[in-house]
T-cell receptor
Framework: NAGVTQTPKFRILKIGQSMTLQCTQD?????MYWYRQDPGMGLKLIYY???????DKGEVPNGYNVSRSTTEDFPLRLELAAPSQTSVYFC????????????FGDGTRLSIL | GQQLNQSPQSMFIQEGEDVSMNCTSS?????WLWYKQDPGEGPVLLIA?????ELTSNGRLTAQFGITRKDSFLNISASIPSDVGIYFC??????????FGTGTSLTVIP
């Protein structure tokens, strides 16, 4: 069982470039999340989705976009990469049910130069 | 956003010692979770707490949901080298959106 899979694991971008971070889960979870983790800090919620076709902003959504066309996939898009977006990005999913824990992928380490 | 403060920020302990860390929130939560993160990996769930006052164990780990619902505690007994990592608390009052603490970095000296 693969769980939550993120690609790529590492990426270096130039300022102004765009890219999509991929996330897929095979647990049929309705809820999916994107977080960023800066050095020495906890995770900050970027966007989340409660099901296919539904997305909502988290704490730090500026500079990012998401879509949720299927239950399995929840890609995160950076349109105009900025140095402030250098971070480690984690995708997570959880099943429906209050308080059910999130399951995390292994992260994408992104550097903007 | 919600503020979750974890303490201590880092700990250096001898193998075999017990460890205590805590997490406090500026608001009430209905769910507290504790995760461990190893270098280069995503957080992995250790313990989930759903009721004020609840005390739950997972092997050498024990966590408690504070009575005020604004705090939670994690204890590790008889630490071993593989306990090294960063421990995060997370809280929720909706059950679907979680706020994470800043983490406690644990180093175990053999």
């Amino acid at each position: 069982n693969a769980g939550v899979t993120q690609t790529p694991k590492f990426r270096i971008l130039k300022i102004g470039q765009s890219m999509t971070l991929q996330c897929t889960q095979d647990m049929n979870h309705n809820y999916m999340y994107w977080y960023r983790q800066d050095p020495g800090m906890g995770l900050k919620l970027i966007y989340y989705s409660v099901g296919a076709g539904i997305t909502d902003k988290g704490e730090v959504p500026n500079g990012y976009n998401v879509s949720r066309s299927t239950t399995e996939d929840f890609p995160l898009r950076l349109e105009l990469a900025a140095p402030s977006q250098t971070s480690v990005y984690f995708c997570a999913s959880k099943s429906t049910g209050v308080g059910q824990p999130q399951h995390f992928g292994d992260g994408t380490r992104l550097s903007i130069l | 956003g919600q503020q979750l403060n974890q303490s201590p920020q880092s700990m250096f302990i001898q193998e075999g010692e017990d460890v205590s860390m805590n997490c406090t929130s500026s608001s009430i939560f209905n769910t507290w979770l504790w995760y461990k993160q190893d270098p280069g990996e995503g957080p992995v769930l250790l313990i989930a707490l759903y009721k004020a006052g609840e005390l739950t164990s997972n092997g050498r780990l024990t966590a408690q949901f504070g009575i005020t619902r604004k705090d939670s505690f994690l204890n590790i007994s008889a630490s071993i080298p593989s306990d090294v990592g960063i421990y995060f608390c997370a809280g929720s009052n909706t059950g679907n959106q979680f706020y994470f603490g800043t983490g406690t970095s644990l180093t175990v000296i053999p």
